[in-house]
Nanobody
């Protein structure tokens, strides 16, 4: 059974930074893509960023230039460096492994003064 566990959320002031981590574990043979999604209260879950094993990345327009996704293939981990955070970035952030259709439990990010 494959699992994904996130960490690194918290409360930060506007303009601040946070780094999220997600570690996948279990019967993993390979992970082609890893992604970060977020869901704000009353809104649908949306893609934030994803990264393929080739290193190709995709970002939502709202986070381009502020967020950076990276991965450590040896440790089946994916990271999301979030800079210049805005109040509208407040949401629960989820790690997703599409090859296994596995979601993490989510980590809360709150941007507020």
């Amino acid at each position: 059974q494959v699992q994904a566990v996130e960490s690194g959320g918290g409360l930060v002031q506007p303009g601040g930074s946070l780094r999220l981590s997600c570690a996948a574990s279990g019967s993993i043979s390979s992970i082609s893509a890893m992604g970060w999604y977020r869901q704000a209260p009353g809104k649908l879950r949306e893609l934030v960023a994803r990264i393929f094993s080739s290193g190709i990345t995709n970002y939502a327009d709202s986070v381009k230039g502020r967020f950076t996704i990276s991965r450590d293939n040896a440790n089946n981990s994916v990271y999301l460096q979030m800079n210049t955070l805005k109040p509208e970035d407040t949401a629960v952030y989820y790690c997703y492994l599409p090859a296994y259709d596995v979601w993490g439990q989510g980590t809360q990010v709150t941007v507020s003064s």
